[in-house]
């Protein structure tokens, strides 16, 4: 089981309210909240801790963690209010926040409120985003990991721990104070799943491979970005000191916002080392560089569905597994890693070429092309392909299992038993930008 621990609040996102203009519609969200509600859709194991209010905007929270199957055993309720996020989505610009968090319930968890002792079948902890820039909950949270942490310098199973800074700049009042504490919380943890926007923050003009070592030489286990529309890539620090790289794609879908998507990229690589039964510190060190691949083009397929439609909608698993690529191919196996080299270069994927999609043409199915927001992501998202024909570094052309055709479809005239070549309306560049 995963525990994500955290804040959850209503999202109030602007919206034209038909005979009314602009008007605010209520969403359940928070970084941890909706990494929860990812694991859960994909049919891992998932426990949420903290505390909600008892208004009703809590009902709303309590609900969408039980229609997504995100246990509340570690949950507490407060009569305080809820955190409101009012958002506000203009196109080509970041997306806006208005927080509102003094006295609310979910930043108000105490020590008093921490579980003596975690389940049994624990095997990871989720913590990071803004409530660790907020006190008493920072405080707390910060006691729990390292409290759980310890128990692997005492002979006993420590859970991983996963952490995903989700840095809101507006929220930090004291940058120098909060590096300190994120260090802090880096060496703590097991994995450290890092967005480009985050390290440009923390350590601004550090190129990223370098910003991985650093955060690698701080103690975790494996260290993560997300790069956009670049994909993802990783390094794993193995118990002889070598260090294994991997990269994998995004997957080519229209874009309509990309709120929730990096939460739905962590929690759906959580959810694939669950699943692999990799969830654990000394399976972690022996992953091999195809599994690490497998984890992140999974994690990258969830993202980008989640980037295709609106709001923080994460998908099933078994939405994720019928996005398949024509072009996907693992790494290669390769001989055992060398120690790690600071000039080392970030690990490239082999060129692949796209073939084209056969489909029979009796009467097919075609959707028009899903129109294209222009909110920015800093996480997985869809990617704009090459011409037909053309050799692509790292990119992955996807279908989906009997899918309804993105753009126009071309057909050979109706005939019995025949096929005939479908040719693919270009799919809408999306703009790179800050996750959500």
């Not at 038909?18 to 209520?26: A, E, K, M, S, V």
């Amino acid at each position: 089981m995963i525990i994500c621990c955290g804040e959850a609040l209503i999202d109030m996102v602007r919206a034209d309210i038909p005979g009314r203009g602009d008007g605010f519609l209520p969403f359940p969200g928070g970084s941890p909240f909706n990494t929860a509600v990812a694991i859960g859709r994909l049919g891992v194991p998932v426990c949420f801790m903290g505390k909600f209010s008892t208004d009703f905007f809590g009902e709303i929270l309590t609900k969408r963690l039980k229609d997504n199957r995100v246990a509340a055993d570690l949950l507490i309720r407060s009569p305080r209010n809820s955190t409101l996020a009012f958002v506000k989505l203009s196109k080509g610009k970041e997306p806006q926040y208005v927080f509102y968090t003094e006295g609310t319930a979910d930043r108000s968890l105490d020590i008093e409120d921490l579980p003596q002792k975690l389940p049994a079948d624990t095997h990871c902890i989720v913590f990071g985003s803004i409530s660790m820039t907020m006190e008493p909950i920072s405080n707390t949270i910060e006691v729990f990991i390292l409290r759980e942490n310890a128990l692997q310098g005492q002979g006993k199973d420590a859970p991983v721990i996963s952490f995903d800074p989700n840095i809101r700049p507006f929220m930090i009042q004291d940058k120098k104070a909060y590096i300190k504490s994120f260090e802090k919380w880096i060496s703590a943890s097991t994995i450290a799943k890092i967005s480009a926007a985050d390290f440009e923050f923390i350590y601004p003009g550090l190129e990223i491979e370098k910003a991985l070592q650093k955060i690698l030489a701080m103690g975790p286990r494996l260290v993560i970005t997300t790069l956009g529309a670049k994909g993802a890539m990783a390094l794993l620090r193995r118990n002889d000191g070598s260090i294994t790289r991997a990269s994998a794609p995004v997957v080519e879908l229209p874009v309509l916002d990309t709120i929730g998507a990096g939460d739905t990229f962590h929690g759906a690589f959580l959810a694939w080392l669950e699943k692999k039964e990799k969830m654990s510190r000394s399976a972690l060190a022996n992953l091999t560089e195809q599994e690490l691949y497998a984890a992140l083009f999974f994690a990258n397929k969830a993202a980008s569905l989640v980037c295709s439609r609106q709001g923080a909608e994460p998908p099933t698993l078994r939405e994720v597994e019928r996005l398949r690529s024509t072009a996907q191919k693992a790494p290669a196996q390769k001989a055992p890693a060398k120690k790690a080299v600071a000039k080392a270069g970030p690990a490239k994927n082999a060129a692949v070429k796209k073939a084209p999609v056969k489909t029979a043409p009796a009467k097919p199915k075609t959707a028009g092309t899903a129109k294209t927001a222009p909110a920015k992501s800093k996480t997985a998202g869809a990617v704009k392909t090459a011409p037909a024909k053309s050799k692509t570094v790292g990119v992955a052309k996807t279908v989906l299992a009997k899918p309804k055709t993105a753009g126009a479809a071309k057909t050979a005239p109706a005939k019995p038993k025949t096929t005939g070549a479908v040719k693919t309306a270009p799919v809408t560049k999306p703009l790179k930008g800050k996750k959500s």
